[in-house]
């Protein structure tokens, strides 16, 4: 499972950002189309929104791979 620590100073990351930051997309646009098209879960339900605010704890899937949100 890979992880990501949000910043110093942020409450939350964005699902779009998350995604791409895991290496799991190559783009923003990527992220996006992903997204909408429903191939992302958000904690085992599937998320729409690439804006969701993501805080520590939540679990991304995508594609059989698993991203923890942790905080700094």
Known sequence: ????TIRNGDEFIKLGQAIKAAG???S???AKIV???GLVKVNGKVE???????VGGEIV???GNKLLIKNN
Do not use: C, N, P, S
Request: net charge negative; aromatic share 8%; glycine share 8%.
């Open 35 to 37: 997204i909408q098209d």
């Open 24 to 26: 799991f997309v190559e």
């Open 48 to 54: 729409t929104q690439r804006g969701k605010k993501l």
């Open 28 to 30: 923003g646009v990527e």
């Open 1 to 4: 499972m890979e992880e990501i």
């Open 61 to 63: 899937e995508f594609e």
